[in-house]
């Protein structure tokens, strides 16, 4: 199985919280850790300068996603359809969630409320715990 894994995720195993052995069960069972590009750049963009090498590690041992035109076909759809009901989803959280879609993976996350999508399927990873 591929485990996309969500920017809240990858903070937590960068800072040594218990994403670190969520990650290493994945890895024991088989499935595959993956991230996507969109999420590279979330990091990159928080970055504090003491995480560089961490984060070059972190991704040197992912899997990235890139980001196709279905996937953002789909992340089009989901948010046309969501603000139609009066739900506001961010741009970067539906293009990761349509990317993990597209590849039949599964989305790790510490905030599963950002993926009200029926179609996907989220893990919730709570973070810092």
Known sequence: MLRVLDSTVLIDFMRGRPAVERVAAVRRSGDVAATTAINVEEIVRGLRAAETDAARRLFTGLVVLPVGSRAGWQAGTWRRDFAARGVTLWQADCLVAATA??????????????????QL??????VGQ
Do not use: C, R, S, Y
């Open 101 to 118: 879609m597209m590849h039949d993976a599964t989305l790790a996350t510490g905030n599963p409320k950002d993926f009200p999508m029926g």
């Open 121 to 126: 399927e989220v893990e919730h990873w709570p």
